[in-house]
């Protein structure tokens, strides 16, 4: 299971940001989670609740935002969304589509307690 390595990056990169701007409490975490990361959004809830007992950071809430596909056509420049890997853009068939979106897993904010 490599979501408790992600989470445990995860985790490392919000404490040094919370040590860095003296923050003490956070309400939320917030992720972008693209569907093709290889990422399991259940297992990173898992994991982020086991990694979090009696901790620091306990009572947090880790909210993930599912990044669809998306892809970008390079012959009539037209940006679309997939359900999984396609390989002709279908506005103009051509066989060059490249993934723009839908690979990452990155912090996109962290919400403090006021």
């Not at 390595?5 to 923050?23: F, G, R, S």
């Not at 901790?55 to 596909?69: A, D, E, Q, S, Y």
Request: hydrophobic fraction near 40%; charged fraction near 25%.
């Amino acid at each position: 299971m490599h979501e408790m390595a992600l989470v445990q990056n995860i985790i490392d990169i919000v404490l040094q940001e919370m040590d860095k701007y003296e923050v003490e409490k956070l309400q939320a975490i917030n992720l972008a989670v693209g569907r093709m990361s290889a990422a399991v959004p259940e297992q990173l809830q898992m994991c982020f609740e086991i990694l979090t007992t009696d901790h620091k950071l306990t009572g947090t809430k880790l909210n993930i935002r599912m990044v669809p596909v998306t892809y970008k056509c390079w012959e009539c420049e037209k940006e679309f969304t997939s359900a999984g890997i396609t390989f002709t853009c279908p506005f103009c068939e051509s066989p060059n589509p490249e993934i723009i979106f839908g690979r990452e897993l990155k912090i996109e904010s962290i919400e403090v307690v006021d």
